[in-house]
């Protein structure tokens, strides 16, 4: 058997296996491989997986984890349970496992890990070399090591490989880099991320407000860091609540919350269209060929507004725009909307035309309305291409998530107005003649 | 000055900076950290900079970079262009730059590193390690090295840890990994972060069909392919083509290119609206009620229709959904719009009965009324959840890309479908009061 393949599959297939059968499966794993197994699944299913097996084992488990991902496993058990698991590691580790508690999951401090390689900055070389062949069983990695005084300061970093090139006889502070990127255990997940995708760094060492070294987050947590934010921000894209747990996974109930919320508030907010068109019942009685491009004109600013939203929120996440940047926004996405416009005005107004010569199904009145069509796409479109660009920068500017700009939500918000902007339009190119 | 700060900004300010201004501040960054700012800039930075620069400065910078590195810099330069970039390398790197060339530069063959650590299985562990200490300067990484035979197949892998902490006198054979998670040139970008999201490694071998040995992707250059890879499916669920280039550098004409051509397509989908609509429009005329609240049922279609499609496409991405899994998926949105649409409906039916106790405004009939928006609420919203899961999985049967299914091609097609619902509905209850 090619276990490596066939361990693969076996990940591959977990997220779709029942409790049972995860446990047959695993108990079916050689003990020799079920250790990387096990450590390859992620915290959820390790913990899930625990809570199958006879409590006699959790121990030899949960003491195969790193102290960070033995504090992730044990944040996402009940609060009543925590104690319980805590106290089948060892001492140090429980101590450590206490202390990445403390912090929010999202935050750098429950990203790192405590067990990173300590230095002193006047050993030599060789000393350190040696050091961290001892040392290499119990740590994080090994591929940077941290200079530090006696207050635990942060004093530099050296990479193996620069200690390994080096002379032997030099000392560490001769060798270490003093120019550090560093991170504090507050900051966001989602920042920290943008370091290592700036810096291409293997490590980042997490420091607190005094710039004393609490830790190292490494960047093999950071890939499924970035996975998920983007999996978050693409879900309240589409106009939901952030899922909590993959789609097969999570439970039908706990799914449906999380779109229905979001689904009613959006009803709620459409239902205004209704009170529009009912403002304007006695013109589209007079004029039914006006309701004819409702949907038509509507879903134009709403798909523009959806671009301009969708792009905004991206380059706002990757930083590469800031709250700062608003105004060189609105004026790009005026003149995008203006162009964005004119080619939709002129596609819609070809289309009355060529349907006029053929069927006239419009009555005299086809150039007026052609006119009022047109005008009322580049109002739309130009409306939904700043109000989309534009409310992610409102909603960072009160401290609320961008990505709430979901392209649903910039929608109801243009169909509302667009309405208006196309019968005001409307009662004005047609009064005298169809109104 | 505390240059590492400064750097960062300098690092930060980048995109927003015209090219003279670029030069300026380059040139005032001293040099011995000139080359660190150099290597930290993105492929196409890079290449603008070096044009920018004198020729004859060309080589210098050029050969700062890694293989790899220089590959994704010179793929960027006008074909024209690549072979005088190519000759500014030395004889080895353009051997290895050139090959890397041949590869797409979203295959793993297009992200590897041919400089990876070698070892032979009979070493010591103590020849090894010394081996890998004169060999640190030209590697990509030493953190894994690879056990190859006469023929470069791959035989294991032994991390720098694994081997530091080993007896000195064992041979590698003794301490390598054999179960080798390995990947293939011509492997997706997007499947290779997988992996490394899946076993949280630092390094993945590239190996040929005959397993020899072609190179390594690093995680370092994940982080950014896992970004890339979000943003465009990000831009394609917002209704565009993915853009090339962060949203503030690019081109404005481009831009709107990218956008203007998607809008297109949907808006003449769109169109299809007004004809429904004047297939209607002898019932609109009876009813003008009927039109009030076109936007709002539609509407509803066409969230709920985003939301189920960007569930699918993101869980797809990620690898949690498989195209055989589709009438699972099936089956569950199937409950889920009946249960949304009951939702909707039930908000739909109470506002009308509300209304009408307050206001009037839906004559006598307005029971019937209620009742026909409540049921085409349901039909409308089962429709859009089940096409808006489904069409990503008819675009990946045909081998498109799942992620154009995007929101507003979704709602385009629901508003359609949903007029014809909404209207045969109606004409089924109404007939014989209103129609």
């Given at each position: 058997m090619n276990t490596a393949t066939s361990l693969e599959e076996i990940l591959e297939r977990w997220p779709k296996l029942g409790a049972r059968e995860?446990?047959?499966m695993f108990r079916a794993i050689p003990r020799e491989q079920a250790d990387d197994f096990f450590l390859e699944l992620s915290s959820r299913d390790q913990l899930d997986l625990l809570a199958a097996l006879p409590e006699g084992e959790h121990r030899i488990w949960l003491r195969l984890l790193a102290p960070d991902d033995a504090a992730d496993l044990i944040q996402l058990a009940p609060p009543g349970q925590r104690q319980n698991w805590l106290k089948q590691l060892d001492e140090?580790?429980?101590?450590?496992?206490?202390?990445?508690?403390?912090?929010?999951?999202?935050?750098?401090?429950?990203?790192?890990s405590p067990r990173f390689a300590r230095l002193r900055p006047e050993m030599t070389v060789d000393e350190a070399i040696s050091y961290l062949r001892r040392q290499a069983g119990q740590l994080e990695t090994i591929y940077y090591a941290y200079a530090l005084d006696d207050g635990q300061h942060l004093l530099g970093v050296v990479s193996f490989r620069d200690l390994f090139s080096a002379d032997k006889s030099k000392t560490v502070?001769?060798?270490?880099?003093?120019?550090?990127?560093?991170?504090?255990?507050?900051?966001?997940?989602?920042?920290?991320?943008?370091?290592?995708?700036?810096?291409?760094?293997?490590?980042?060492?997490v420091v607190d407000s005094e710039k004393c070294m609490k830790g190292i987050v490494t960047v093999d947590d950071i890939v499924d860091v970035v996975q998920e934010e983007a999996s978050e921000d693409i879900q309240k894209l589409g106009g939901?609540?952030?899922?909590?747990?993959?789609?097969?996974?999570?439970?039908?109930?706990?799914?449906?919350?999380?779109?229905?919320?979001?689904?009613?508030?959006?009803?709620?907010?459409?239902m205004l269209t209704a009170t529009a068109m009912g403002y304007y019942e006695q013109e589209i009685a007079r004029a039914v060929v006006l309701a004819l491009f409702v949907p038509l004109i509507i879903s134009s600013g709403g798909n523009s507004g959806s671009q301009a939203t969708t792009l905004v929120i991206r380059a706002m996440a990757?930083?590469?725009?800031?709250?700062?940047?608003?105004?060189?926004?609105?004026?790009?996405?005026?003149?995008t909307g203006l162009v964005l416009g004119s080619v939709l005005a002129t596609i819609g107004l070809t289309r009355i035309l060529v349907w006029q010569a053929i069927w006239k199904p419009y009555g005299e009145d086809y150039v007026i309305i052609g006119l009022t069509v047109a005008c009322s796409l580049i109002g739309v479109v130009l409306f939904?291409?700043?109000?989309?660009s534009m409310l992610p920068f409102i909603l960072r500017r009160f401290g609320l998530?961008?990505?709430?700009?979901?392209?649903?939500f910039v929608a109801t918000l243009v169909d509302v107005s667009g309405l208006v902007i196309y019968f005001t339009i409307a009662s004005i190119f047609l009064r005298g003649t169809l109104l």
């Open positions: 995860r446990l047959e140090t580790a429980q101590r450590e496992v206490s202390a990445l508690l403390a912090y929010k999951e999202d935050e750098a401090g429950g990203l790192m502070r001769d060798v270490m880099r003093t120019q550090i990127v560093t991170t504090t255990e507050d900051a966001d997940q989602e920042a920290v991320a943008k370091l290592f995708s700036l810096h291409h760094l293997l490590a980042i060492p939901m609540e952030a899922l909590d747990a993959p789609y097969l996974q999570i439970g039908f109930w706990r799914m449906v919350q999380k779109r229905a919320g979001w689904l009613a508030v959006l009803f709620v907010g459409e990757v930083g590469e725009v800031k709250l700062r940047d608003w105004w060189r926004i609105i004026r790009r996405e005026f003149a939904g291409t700043i109000a989309g998530d961008p990505a709430s700009a979901s392209a649903p």
